[in-house]
């Protein structure tokens, strides 16, 4: 039976955590750039920025979930933004994308945070179905409106 174990990575994951994400961002339809991949996260370890959890399989790199903190003004309290899981395809199906969403709540709940909060694309009928089944609430009450800042 294989061992999954999750875990906070840190700066010594930072080129684990760097494929996961690389693949992670290849998910969404954007070009590999593995060495933009270690920037962007040396940057969030290196500012406290993020928290990553990193789940492997019999030592193996599996899956990553990076949670953003944020907070919430009419509750005036602590929420966290699950802004990236990714779980790599030859895992998938092995109960690494629960294992990380159980961790990031675990860490949200110790640290006195009100909610976990995250977003996916609407064709991601795989990651809706295991938020749903995880307990997570699609919000039926907000809209989500973008206003790029780039060119």
């Known amino acids: 039976m294989s061992a999954l174990s999750v875990r906070e990575a840190n700066l010594d994951d930072l080129e684990i955590v760097a ?6 961002r290849q998910f969404y339809q954007q070009a590999s750039d593995l060495d933009g991949a270690r920037r962007f996260l040396r940057d969030r370890f290196e500012h406290g920025q993020s928290t990553i959890f990193l789940a492997t399989i019999d030592g193996r ?3 990553f979930t990076q ?3 944020s907070f ?4 005036m309290k602590r929420l966290f933004i699950l802004n990236d899981l990714f779980v790599a395809p030859d895992c ?3 109960g690494v994308g629960r294992a990380l969403l159980d961790a990031a709540a675990r860490y949200g709940r110790a640290l006195g945070a009100k909610e976990l909060l995250l977003q ?6 795989a990651g809706q179905a295991l938020y749903e089944s995880s307990g997570w609430i699609r919000d039926q009450s907000f809209y989500v409106y973008e206003l790029s800042l780039t060119s």
Do not use: M
């Open 19 to 24: 494929g996961l994400f690389d693949g992670y």
């Open 61 to 63: 790199a599996a899956g």
């Open 67 to 69: 949670l953003y903190p």
């Open 72 to 75: 919430s003004s009419v509750s």
């Open 92 to 94: 998938r199906q092995q």
């Open 120 to 125: 996916t694309a609407i064709d991601n009928l």
